[in-house]
């Protein structure tokens, strides 16, 4: 089966859930641990054109943020993502709204507040969900996989 995928990245690539910073700059974050070799084994598995970076940002500031951060760890390259697969939004609901005009096949959110919006049509994947989030959003992880490493990201895609 064809995997076409969006992932977030602010706490599912970028790793501020172990970081003790109060920062909305997300640039100091670092990778999360396998993201880079998962993402990139999904790349080289299903294509460059099916692998797309879905992220929601408050302020062009942290669009900014965003670029630096890709830049900084070197993302782009190291996974062979696109930079055309790379979208930015400033609501919510609207990486669902994205990712149905995509076509995309599965997404992967660390926030079901988010992947409640998503159709049933795609495979959601819920990664290190809080438990609070998991709580208010008891429909959201009865349909979602839930991840707590890329690894598992990358079993669930039948890529590690």
């Known amino acids: 089966m ?5 992932i ?16 909305h700059d997300y640039s100091v974050f670092s990778v999360m641990k396998d993201a880079i ?5 999904i790349v080289n598995q ?27 760890h070197n993302f782009l ?21 994205i990712a149905k005009e995509l076509r995309l096949t599965h997404f992967v959110d660390d926030r079901p507040a988010v992947l409640n919006h998503f159709p ?11 438990d609070k989030e998991m709580k208010k959003y008891p429909d959201v992880l009865s349909r979602a996989k839930v991840a707590n490493s890329w690894k598992e990201v990358g079993k669930y895609l039948n890529v590690a």
């Open 120 to 130: 049933e049509s795609i495979v959601i994947i819920a990664f290190q969900p809080g």
């Open 77 to 97: 390259k190291e996974t062979n993502v696109l930079l055309d697969n790379v979208y930015i939004c400033n609501m919510l609901k609207d990486k669902a709204r």
């Open 2 to 6: 064809a995997i076409k995928i969006g």
């Open 46 to 72: 299903h294509g460059a054109e099916n692998v797309y970076i879905i992220s929601r940002v408050k302020s062009h500031q942290l669009s900014f943020i965003t670029g630096i951060w890709m830049e900084t």
């Open 37 to 41: 070799d998962i993402v990139r084994e």
């Open 8 to 23: 977030d990245i602010n706490g599912v690539l970028a790793d501020n859930k172990r970081a003790h910073i109060k920062t």
